[in-house]
Structures are given as C-alpha cells and as structure tokens.
C-alpha cells in the first residue's frame, strides 16, 4: 500500500450534525488521521424520507468525500447506513462503513441473556435494519430470537438533543413516552440507534436503570473503523508530518448550509470548538453524486 494512500483522510457524513458523536469516537480512536466531515445541513434530516430519497442523497454525500481523496468513508447517519450502505460499497471505489453493523455485534456481544432494544428515528426502524441485525447475527455472536427484539421510534429526541434541552422536564416527559415500553419489557441491552442520542444517554441511563447497558453506536463504528484500517494496511505511518500541534490529525468541516446555531451546537457533540467551515452548494452535490467510479480512480 502507498504511502501517498495511508496518508490521506478519512471521510465522514451525515445528515446534520450528529455525525459530530462519531467525528469525536473516531478522533478519540484514530487521534494521528486526518478527517474531513461533510455534514448535508440542507436537506436535514434524513430520517424522515423515502429510501430512494435518502439513496440519491447518500450518493451525493459520499461522492463528494470521494472527490476530497478520503481512504474510507463512513456512514455516520443510521438512516443512510439503514437504506443506502450496500449501494455505496458498490458504487465507490474506497471501503464503506455504516453505523448499525457495529452497534448490532457491541449489542449482541454485551447482552446477559435478556431482550435487546433498539431506538432510533422512524427511517431507521421502519427499515428494520437493526432489527433483522440482530436476528441473523453478527461477527462470532449468534442472532436472537424475534421475541428479544424490540424496536421504538424516537422522533422528538433529535430537536431536543439539538435545543440542548437535557435533563429537563421536557425531556424526561418524552423518554416515558417512548421508552416505558422498553423498561417495563425488562431489557438487558439497549443500543442508540441515533448519533444524536449518546448525548442523551445519561438521562436515557437514568430512566431504563443501571442494569441495562446502553450501546453507543459511535463508539461500536470507531472501533470497527480502526479495525478495518489496520486489516487493509491503511493506518496512517506514525512518523508522518504533524498537520497539527502535538502530532494530532487535522478535522475539517464541510456543510450543504450553515445554520446560525452550528458553531454552538457542534461544540457540544464534538466537546471542542468549530472555527473553520466550508460550505458545499446543492449544485456541487448533485455533480458530486454523478462522478462514474471510473472517474475516482488512481
């Protein structure tokens, strides 16, 4: 493997900001690579769209990524991994990685015994996608019986997660809304099927009770992502040239559209400041996600 291909970034995307929870993990995990993330803040959110919709929206995002000269691409939004991951690993010509395989074996590996729960926007649980994960199995972990299976929609917890209304009343109205079901099903394991949710995870936690493990996808996906790089001798070589003081990889940012409240928001998933964003028109999009796999190779 070339140098010149070690060296390049990692590309992330999303349909908002949410992605930022997985941009973090993958920092943490992978502190020496660089990583552009894209987020498509224009055409938020994805969950609530058709899958064709999302596919066409997918394409675009990762061709763009593509286009940048990232070495993989990774699928921060569970909706895009739900209903386009498959497309894009045989549309692109880099390795691809969503976000549910890896939440699906983390889940499977940490429950006693008891029933798996999964939360997530509707896009991502009409798709059945974690579900059918969990069914089937995963890595070395054998699927579960259908009736340890349980799913719940949580729409509201994306704007509440964004208004940074955590650990309000608020809050903890909607988490007995969707989630007493889950609690009262006694549960052992319950994964976060959303990247915005692991900032809810302490009121998440505090509500279900200590003896479910919650399962950060974000997390699941940086290992998986670290993984991969190792298996594919893609790791960026320890001696490179630091683009950042004490050595750690440079993030850049990319928007389809800047909402005012970025900059504060994104400081809270990403738990640092954001001071340098690019923006990327619809227009650029759109040519991005008609690049032929021909068009990106060496």
Known sequence: MSDDLRHRPLGVFDSGMGGLTVLRALHEQLPGEDIIYF???????????????????????????????????????????????????V?????????IDPGVETALERTRGGS??????????????????????RGQHVGLPVERILAQ?????????????????????????YLAPLRNADIDTLILGCTHYPLLAEDIGGFMGPEVTLVDSADALARAAAALL???????????????????GRLSFYLSDIPWKFAEIGERFLGQSIDDVKTVGLDEMEAAGQILPADMQE
């Open 39 to 89: 987020g498509d803040t224009a055409r938020v959110p994805y969950g609530t769209k058709g899958e064709r919709t999302v596919r066409t929206f997918a394409r675009q995002d990762a061709g763009l990524l593509v286009r940048l000269g990232v070495k993989l691409v990774v699928v921060a939004c569970n909706t895009a991994s739900a209903f386009a991951l498959d497309y894009l690993r």
């Open 91 to 99: 549309t692109f010509p880099v390795p691809v990685l969503g976000v």
């Open 116 to 137: 798996v729960g999964v939360i997530g926007t509707s896009g991502t649980i009409r798709s059945r996608r974690y579900q059918e994960g969990l069914l089937a199995g």
């Open 153 to 177: 929609e949580c729409p509201l917890f994306v704007p509440l997660v964004e208004e940074g209304m955590m650990g309000t009343q608020i809050t903890r109205l909607a988490l007995e809304q």
């Open 230 to 248: 190792a298996d594919r001798n893609l790791l960026r070589p320890p001696d490179h040239d630091a683009t950042t003081e004490g050595g750690a």
